[in-house]
């Protein structure tokens, strides 16, 4: 099985108002790509309890962040054509939509929730073998493509390919 690009989104918050704050993928050879996204003007929402998770600021992203506009286009470029899943699509495609609304484009690509994937057996197995992935790679914070690699990585692990 060729592995599939997954992608992974951190936000402002979960509910109504909250926004993309992040954005990252890994590609099937393992590839990264992963980019923090400057809030437009409407975007107000924010949760401490989830910059405690992510750990980043709405200051850093103000700073830091790339224009909306250029995360879209960017993804747009890199992900034309595929079919990219992710592990929280209902979230996820709120998400990409607020950011693709907010500068008047259409993703060139297919979000598809990753548990399509999964068999029965594969699906019992997840959690733990996203727990297990991320405990090998120390991975303290929750951080758009590093998340995106612990959900390939566990991929390969519960369809019994070598992780590495």
């Not at 989830?50 to 506009?69: D, K, M, N």
């Not at 057996?121 to 991975?139: F, G, I, N």
């Amino acid at each position: 099985m060729q592995r599939p690009t997954i992608i992974d989104i951190e936000a402002s918050g979960f509910g109504r108002g909250s926004y993309p704050i992040e954005v990252g993928f890994v590609a099937p050879d393992g590839a990264l790509f992963c980019g923090l996204i400057r809030p437009e003007s409407d975007w107000l929402h924010w949760d401490g309890a989830a910059e405690a998770l992510h750990g980043i600021s709405r200051e850093l992203l103000l700073e830091h962040g790339r224009p909306a506009r250029w995360i879209a286009q960017q993804l747009n470029t890199r992900l034309a054509g595929c079919t990219v899943y992710c592990d929280g699509w209902g979230h996820d495609f709120t998400w990409l939509a607020r950011l693709y609304d907010a500068v008047g484009l259409r993703p060139s690509f297919k979000l598809e929730d990753l548990r399509r994937l999964l068999n029965e057996d594969e699906a019992q197995r997840w959690k733990s073998a996203t727990e297990a992935v991320r405990a090998r790679q120390a991975l303290t914070r929750h951080r758009a493509s590093s998340d995106a690699r612990v959900l390939q990585l566990a991929l390969d692990e519960v369809k019994g390919a070598v992780s590495c």
